[in-house]
């Protein structure tokens, strides 16, 4: 069983940046997709990015695309998602998954997941 947890979530002002971490323990998942959603209040929970483990295939929501990176330390065993020129609507409970049975793209198919962390952009 592959353990999953985020960290990083924090309070910033639109314009700012912060970087999630999620630290995998556990059975190794070196062969799994790892993505990144985000959930806000009273909404469904949204596909960010996703990442291969190793990095090669890498796709983005068109909603963070240019603002957000998504990288993998394998010696780490750590997915990264690294978040620049925030906005008011990027605020949202983030969760990391992995392993996915279908698309890279959709929550439902996520079989790991961490306990999310809250990013709150204020204006």
């Known amino acids: 069983q592959v353990q999953l947890v985020e960290s990083g979530g924090g309070l910033v002002q639109a314009g700012g940046s912060l970087r999630l971490s999620c630290a995998a323990s556990g059975r190794t998942f070196s062969n799994y997709p790892v993505g990144w959603f985000r959930q806000a209040p009273g909404k469904e929970r949204d596909f960010v990015a996703v990442?291969?483990?190793?990095?090669?295939?890498?796709f983005y929501a068109d909603s963070v695309k240019g603002r957000f990176t998504i990288s993998v330390d394998n010696a780490k065993n750590t997915v990264y998602l690294q978040m620049n020129t925030l906005k008011p609507e990027d605020t949202a409970v983030y969760y990391c998954a992995a392993d996915p049975e279908g698309s890279w793209r959709s929550a439902h198919d996520y079989k790991c997941w961490g306990q999310g962390t809250l990013v709150t952009v204020s204006s």
């Open positions: 990442t291969s483990w190793s990095g090669v295939t890498i």
